[in-house]
């Protein structure tokens, strides 16, 4: 079987989690991982494969592969993923995409140009109730959609912005909206569409002396299809995440999406409709002090081969990246 080769570039938490998906897909082959850091203190001798300090190592390694997984620091994304495909190879990319519009546009413009492939990760369509709201919206069954809202209320403190970590830092993170909830960004944008006269206002609370950026804020926006939606998100939240949740007031019922990473249905009362029993969404990812989102990124890796092997469409194309970079750097340009 003619299996497609990877190699990751980041072997952090989000990195190790492609590496094992990989890994566990038959179709795959896992060939390189790429890390500035040490590779003993790395916690990746499972891998038996060569490790590299650089892509630039890897890419004149002349290892043969197909596709490289960009799990970096936001602020890497761009710059590497860029090289990869001017070497020829797709690339699958790491939530946000770019930390700017103007950079997610040339990264698609080369692959056009490269004929080659760039999968956005955003891993929360995949989960049931993603999958089912989709269905909901697209058929037509709520009607017309008056009022979104969806608030993103985590707990991000000195376990999470440690010193010598690059979370905090603005050239490398990009800011909260970016790192953390850019995922409720792309579900909203998925199901939605874009966002116009936008209102927010920001707030520092508790991570003056942890990061370079807000920790908290209220954004207000129209949607370009009709109706309205508000973004209430905070890292402030004492100790643990207390809630991601998306509720949609439309002209056939309301309906909230809720637990700590939008993974339960709690409320559908929607007019001559009765709610299926949905397939049980994936634990969320586990990082010890603190939780991330739902463990979905085998369905990405899943994808990749189908879409490479010409078997399936692109579930997260690069186009759908970049609109969350530029909803989001839409959000932030009202900062000034």
Not at 218 to 223: A, G, T
């Amino acid at each position: 079987m003619n299996k497609i080769k990877f190699a990751v570039v980041g072997c952090g938490h989000i990195g190790k989690r492609h590496a094992e998906m990989i890994s566990r897909n038959e179709e795959c082959e896992l060939v390189a991982l790429v890390d500035v850091k040490d590779k003993s203190v790395l916690g990746i001798d499972r891998y038996e494969v060569p490790f590299f300090k650089s892509l630039d190592e890897l890419l004149n390694s002349g290892i043969d592969f197909d596709v490289v997984n960009i799990a970096s620091p936001n602020g890497f994304h761009f710059e590497q993923a860029y090289k990869v495909i001017d070497a020829g190879k797709h690339v699958v990319v790491e939530k946000p995409m770019t930390l700017c519009k103007q950079h997610a546009e040339k990264l698609i413009f080369q692959a056009l140009h490269k004929h080659k492939q760039v999968f956005a990760v955003m891993q929360n369509r995949y989960s049931p109730p993603s999958v089912w709201i989709k269905e909901m919206v697209e058929s037509g069954k709520l009607g017309r959609i008056f009022m979104v809202q969806l608030n993103c209320y985590w707990n991000r403190d000195e376990r999470y912005y440690k010193p010598e970590s690059w979370h905090g830092k603005l050239d490398l993170d990009g800011g909260t909206l970016f790192t953390q909830f850019s995922h409720f960004i792309d579900i909203m944008y998925w199901l939605f569409g874009d966002i116009t006269n936008i209102q927010a206002k920001f707030a520092d609370f508790n991570h003056e002396t942890l990061t370079d950026f807000e920790d908290s804020g209220f954004v207000s926006f129209d949607f370009v299809n009709g109706g309205m939606g508000s973004l209430n998100y905070s890292t402030s939240v004492w100790n643990q995440n207390l809630e991601s949740s998306m509720t949609i007031i439309a002209e056939n019922g309301a309906v909230k999406i809720g637990g700590q990473y939008m993974d339960k249905v709690e409320v559908c009362s929607v007019k001559d409709y009765i709610m299926p029993e949905l397939p049980p969404t994936n634990p969320g990812n586990d990082y010890g002090a603190y939780k991330g989102s739902a463990a979905n990124h085998h369905y990405i890796i899943e994808n990749v081969v189908d879409v490479l092997k010409g078997r399936n469409a692109i579930t997260t194309n690069a186009l759908e990246g970049l609109k969350v970079v530029d909803i989001i750097e839409r959000i932030y340009a009202l900062k000034e």
